[in-house]
């Protein structure tokens, strides 16, 4: 590991103007590139305190062994000079999109003698007019097979032509009518290239006014008593309209744009492409890239408009360019793609109607892309099994762990606190074993006592079922669920110690009695969401229960650095470890399952009143009491005779009901925080249809950053 003050360039050397710079590592090679306005300003922020840098900076400044820089003239030379580079080096720190060369296009070759219609993949060649991408090479086929019958272009290889012309005999196509036969000279070259020019005009979205002038001949032939011409032009002209149909409109004013959107998380990122053409969705791409740098959502939309523009001029650049969020500074890149295209190019953010409306379908389509290529990572048993080695090699464990447990903490500024215990067995969810906890043994915010009580009560149970049969034993596993009124303390709204609030656990390991072993099976490994003290307040429960047998470690989530218990520094798993990518799904299920328990709890208690503690009053008499009476304050006030006159309510629950709402004390008045008049005293009219919890920030854990955000 390099120290960058060996490296670093003396005061004074590095200018002040735009350029590019690269950082090599101690064999010369480009590790990473990047552009900047100020050279000086920029350099100056990698040679800082390494405690201060971003984890992924923080690793290519201690890998690299130099820098050098290139002055430019302005950013957009800049922009250039730093995507050539890019596509030269390789560099292992920039962010590389995975290349677009398997997507199939629909390619007229105008370069030729006798253009040619087919399906090309790879470099772009000089000459070749290029429409798509497509998902898929059918789908082209499908296309050219419909406009074959109106624009009869050539699609044969050069070998077939050349056997064609020296035989006089043209192929199949010929025959059908499919190909005009420019082989045997059936049209000359220019009409065979007039009709090669229609049909990119064509699919180039300019179709209205070509269907319109089928449709002029069509009737024309027609009154002129051609009924067969008419009968093909009719056909040509449902051809046509069956091969637009293929590509739905999506923008009424013939718009010319693309849409990227980007789908992100901390180590990975998905960036779909519309391209619109016409008005009609012309073709799609996506991509899945690691984030080997700290970039931000604007700095991913400047690399994929290099990756999707980089090569491209003319119209194949578009005249706009819809993103989610602009890179900064934005005008370099727009200026980069103006030049590109030769005219002006507006690259902006939708903010209202069908185009803002078509950019959120390209968002979820690229929510669906990182979701798909997660779900297949995670579900491939090599990746698995890659993964668990991993984590066995950096944690130094005797074995991989075939089960783990992950433990979080929740709560909403100290009120409702719980826990929640996740489970994965050989890398995938093992829902049935989901556990969620009431933090009980004090009230406040404490997360680190909290993770001890949570792991304390864990496996205090997981001993009291090994002390009853002994040294562990293989119970036997079912693959049915079991009714809730199996297990005694976990059915519905029981939480994993039978408090309430829980879910129904699937029957896995069972008594003889048929009560399900709910923490008989010990884990291998033990994860807690946060740092150093949570790892350090679980390793003490368990070492005050006596069990040395099971690994603990802690996932940071700011750094995403994993922390083992006595140690100072922490384990840093390589950014595409698969072991580090199974650790942080662990973690973030344990996270959404934790927040999602502490809200509904939250919800609960907002909606709770004084009648939730009157005990077995249950929720229909509750109803029918507050539909008598129309609020709990005129219930409160009313006479215990008057409370026996609602159907269902005897004397002895109305004594009780009277009892319970005198003890209960009244609600604060209610404050127009616009006015700040004092509302009228109304209590709840109606308990049960209160609108839910207002939404408040939620802390998931003191080291967790992502409060107040879904998983």
């Known amino acids: 590991m390099a120290d960058p003050s060996s490296y670093r360039p003396k005061p004074g050397q590095i200018p002040d103007t735009p350029g590019v710079y690269k950082f090599r590592d101690e064999h010369r090679r480009v590790i990473y590139v990047g552009k900047a306005k100020s050279l000086r300003q920029r350099l100056a922020s990698y040679f800082q305190d390494l405690a201060n840098l971003h984890p992924r900076t923080r690793t290519m400044v201690t890998t690299a062994a130099s820098v050098e820089w290139t002055v430019v003239s302005t950013e957009v030379e800049a922009l250039q000079l730093e995507y050539s580079?890019?596509?030269?080096?390789?560099?292992?720190?920039?962010?590389?999109?995975?290349?677009?060369?398997s997507y199939p296009y629909l390619a007229v070759t105008m370069n030729e003698e006798f253009p040619r219609v087919q399906v090309m993949?790879?470099?772009k060649k000089k000459g070749v007019r290029y429409f798509g991408p497509y998902g898929h090479a059918w789908a082209i086929r499908d296309t050219v097979?419909?406009?074959?019958?109106?624009?009869?272009?050539?699609?044969?290889?050069a070998g077939v032509f050349k056997n064609a012309a020296r035989t006089g005999r043209p192929c199949l196509l010929g025959y059908i009518g499919k190909c005009s036969a420019p082989c045997v000279g059936r049209v000359s070259p220019e009409e065979h290239r007039e009709l090669a020019e229609e049909f990119c005009d064509f699919m180039a979205g300019r179709t209205g006014t070509y269907i319109r002038r089928q449709e002029q001949q069509m009737a024309e032939a027609a009154e002129e008593m051609e009924y067969e011409r008419a009968a093909r032009l009719r056909d040509d002209i449902e051809a046509l309209k069956k091969a637009m149909e293929?590509?739905?409109?999506?923008?009424?004013?013939?718009?010319?744009?693309?849409?990227?959107?980007?789908?992100?998380?901390?180590?990975?990122?998905?960036?779909?492409?519309?391209?619109?053409?016409?008005?009609?969705?012309?073709?799609?791409?996506g991509w899945v890239t690691d984030k080997v740098e700290a970039v931000t959502t604007g700095d991913l939309v400047e690399h994929a408009t290099q990756q999707l523009y980089g090569e491209e001029t003319g119209d194949s650049v578009p005249k706009e360019v819809l993103v989610p969020a602009l890179p900064d500074p934005v005008e370099p890149v727009q200026e980069w793609l103006t030049a590109r295209r030769g005219s002006n190019v507006s690259l902006r953010i939708p903010q209202r109607g069908d185009k803002k409306?078509?950019?959120?379908?390209?968002?979820?389509?690229?929510?669906?892309?990182?979701?798909?290529?997660?779900?297949?990572r995670a579900s491939d048993l090599t990746t698995r099994s890659r993964a668990l080695e991993e984590i066995a090699e950096a944690l130094d464990l005797d074995s991989a762990p075939l089960r783990i447990e992950c433990y979080d903490i929740s709560h909403l500024q100290g009120d409702d606190v719980v826990a929640s215990m996740v489970v994965f067995e050989d890398g995938l969810q093992r829902k049935s074993e989901y556990r969620r906890f009431q933090i009980k043994g004090f009230a406040g915010q404490d997360d680190v006592r909290s993770m001890h009580e949570v792991i304390t009560r864990r496996f205090r149970r997981y001993l009291v079922e090994k002390e009853k049969t002994g040294e562990w034993t293989d119970g036997a596993e079912t693959s049915a669920e079991a009714p809730s009124s199996v297990a005694a303390g976990s059915g519905p709204g029981t939480d994993a110690d039978g408090t309430p609030g829980g879910e129904v656990p699937e029957i896995t390991f069972t008594e003889d009695d048929g009560r399900p072993k709910r923490f008989a099976y010990p884990p291998q490994l033990v994860v807690v969401d946060g740092g150093r003290p949570q790892v350090a307040a679980a390793k003490r429960a368990l070492d005050e229960l006596g069990i040395d047998d099971i690994a603990v470690c802690g996932l940071a989530k700011r750094l995403e650095e994993v922390w083992l218990p006595d140690d100072d520094d922490p384990v840093v798993l390589p950014r595409s470890s698969e072991g580090l990518y199974l650790l942080q799904r662990v973690r973030d299920e344990a996270h959404r399952f934790a927040i999602t328990y502490q809200r509904a709890k939250r919800a609960r208690r907002f909606r709770s009143g004084p009648l939730d503690d009157v005990p077995g009053?249950?929720?229909s008499r509750k109803?029918?009491?507050?539909?008598?009476?129309?609020?709990v304050k005129k219930l409160r006030s009313a006479t215990i005779d008057q409370i026996c006159e609602v159907p269902g309510?005897?004397?002895?629950?109305?004594?009780?009901?009277?009892?319970?709402?005198?003890?209960?004390?009244?609600?604060?008045?209610?404050v127009n925080t616009a006015t700040g008049e004092i509302m009228e005293d109304d209590e709840d009219a109606a308990p049960a249809t209160t609108a839910g919890p207002v939404e408040e920030p939620v802390t998931a854990g003191a080291s967790d950053e992502r409060r107040g955000q879904e998983t």
């Open 145 to 157: 097979d419909l406009l074959l019958r109106v624009f009869p272009v050539r699609t044969c290889s």
């Open 85 to 101: 580079w890019i596509k030269e080096y390789d560099p292992r720190f920039n962010v590389k999109y995975r290349d677009d060369k």
């Open 623 to 631: 109803q029918a009491l507050i539909k008598h009476f129309g609020s």
């Open 357 to 376: 409306a078509l950019m959120e379908t390209v968002q979820r389509n690229a929510l669906q892309a990182l979701a798909l290529h997660k779900t297949k």
């Open 617 to 619: 009053l249950g929720e």
């Open 649 to 670: 309510i005897g004397r002895k629950t109305a004594e009780t009901i009277a009892v319970a709402l005198a003890q209960a004390a009244p609600a604060a008045p209610a």
């Open 121 to 123: 993949r790879g470099h």
């Open 246 to 285: 293929k590509s739905a409109v999506v923008l009424a004013d013939a718009t010319d744009a693309d849409l990227i959107a980007v789908a992100e998380d901390e180590l990975e990122a998905a960036v779909q492409i519309f391209h619109v053409r016409g008005g009609r969705v012309r073709g799609q791409r």
